[in-house]
C-alpha cells in the first residue's frame, strides 16, 4: 500500500475506532468479543482500502463486515435444541424479571454504600472493564491498591447482598 493510503487508513482507524467498537459491543455484549471483531473487520478493510477509499464509504463497509463477522460468529456457535423427556424444574432468579430487576437494585444500593474510592475502583474494572494498570493511572494510585480496593469491595458487596442489614458495608478501609 502507497504511504498516503497506509496514512489514510490510520486516519480512518484513529477517528473511527471508538464508534466502531460501540458498535460491535452492541452487536455482541462482550467487550474483547467486540474488540476482535473490530480488529478482524479492519483487517479486512485494510486489504481492499484503495478500492473502499474511492468510493467513499469506509465505515459502512466496515460497518457491513461487522455485522457479517458477528453473524458468522453466532451462527457457528450456535447449538441445536436438545429433546428430553422431562421438562426442567421452574427457573430461579433468571426466568423472573422483577427479581433480576430487585437483584440488580439491590447491588446498585450496596455499590453506592462503598466509599467513594472504591466503587470508582469497581466501576472502572468491572463497569468500564478496564485494566488494574489503567484504573490505577486514572485514580493516581498503585496496582496493589486497585487490587485490594477491589478484593475488598467485591468483599463488602458479597457480604451486603448475603445479609442486607449488614453494618460493615459504609465504614472506610
Known amino acids: 500500500m502507497e504511504a498516503s493510503a497506509e496514512a489514510e487508513f490510520r486516519d480512518f482507524v484513529r ?27 479492519l483487517l479486512r478493510t485494510h486489504r ?14 466496515v460497518r457491513k463486515i461487522l455485522v457479517n463477522l458477528h453473524n458468522t460468529w453466532w451462527r457457528r456457535s450456535r447449538r441445536p435444541e436438545q429433546p428430553t423427556d422431562v421438562l426442567p424444574e421452574p427457573g430461579g ?25 472504591m466503587r470508582a475502583v469497581l466501576v472502572l474494572r468491572y463497569f468500564e472493564d478496564l485494566p488494574e494498570a489503567e484504573v490505577a493511572g486514572i485514580l493516581d ?22 445479609d442486607p442489614a449488614s453494618p460493615g458495608i459504609g465504614s472506610r478501609s
Open 48 to 61: 481492499h482500502w484503495r478500492r473502499i477509499e474511492r468510493s467513499d464509504a469506509p465505515e459502512v463497509y
Open 93 to 117: 432468579p433468571d426466568d423472573d424479571a422483577y427479581a433480576v430487576y430487585e437483584l440488580r437494585d439491590e447491588l446498585w444500593r450496596a455499590v453506592l454504600q462503598l466509599p467513594p474510592r
Open 141 to 162: 494510585c498503585s496496582t496493589g491498591s486497585v487490587k485490594s480496593q477491589t478484593s475488598r469491595g467485591l468483599e463488602r458487596l458479597r457480604a451486603a447482598l448475603a
Open 15 to 41: 477517528s473511527r475506532w471508538q464508534p466502531l467498537l460501540r458498535t460491535a459491543y452492541l452487536l455482541t455484549g462482550d467487550h474483547g468479543r467486540a474488540e476482535e471483531l473490530v480488529q478482524t473487520a
